[in-house]
């Protein structure tokens, strides 16, 4: 199977249903454990990117959080919460199809603090110059939280 081909297909008939134009497919020893398109429209869950739907459903059928023994495509170079995702569940090889600069001049989101052009910049700047609004709220109990998992976590 052609698994470049199957993630565009995935992605061309969500657009056909009224989805965003976006999909994911993963791969382990040459057949796919879990795909998805980006479902953001139909659910109305901005965190419902394709990568994270596909990762999330590859994880619960083979029982772990680490995807190293898979491929996973994608449609277009992935946002900075996909990317994160892809990270941590660290597969052998991500393929993504085609990129941001590519799309851009036929994809525009309607997000208040989200351009495609400028976003990953964001993450360069200290927390008071990004444009989403952030406040540390320092509280000395929540280090205890973190304290008590290592204590359970590294016997």
């Not at 398109?37 to 994880?59: K, S």
């Not at 001049?105 to 200290?126: A, M, Q, V």
Request: net charge negative; charged share 30%; proline share 6%.
């Amino acid at each position: 199977m052609d698994f470049v081909k199957r993630t565009i297909q995935l992605a061309l008939t969500n657009v056909e249903e009224g989805g965003r134009p976006f999909a994911t497919v993963i791969v382990r020893d040459g057949e796919i454990i879990a795909e998805s398109p980006n479902l953001v429209a139909q659910t109305n869950d901005p965190t419902a990117h394709a990568e994270v739907l596909a990762i999330r459903e590859a994880c619960r059928k083979l029982q772990t959080e680490h995807l190293n023994d898979c491929d996973i495509y994608i449609l277009a170079s992935p946002c900075p919460m996909c990317l994160g995702a892809l990270y941590y569940c660290s597969p052998k090889k991500v393929v993504y199809i085609t990129t941001r600069e590519d799309y851009a001049p036929f994809y525009k989101d309607n997000r208040k603090y989200f351009e495609l052009e400028t976003f990953y910049d964001e993450y360069s700047k200290p927390m008071e110059q990004r444009r989403l609004p952030m406040v540390q709220h320092k509280d000395e109990d929540a280090i205890k939280v973190y304290e008590r998992w290592s204590e359970l976590n590294h016997k």
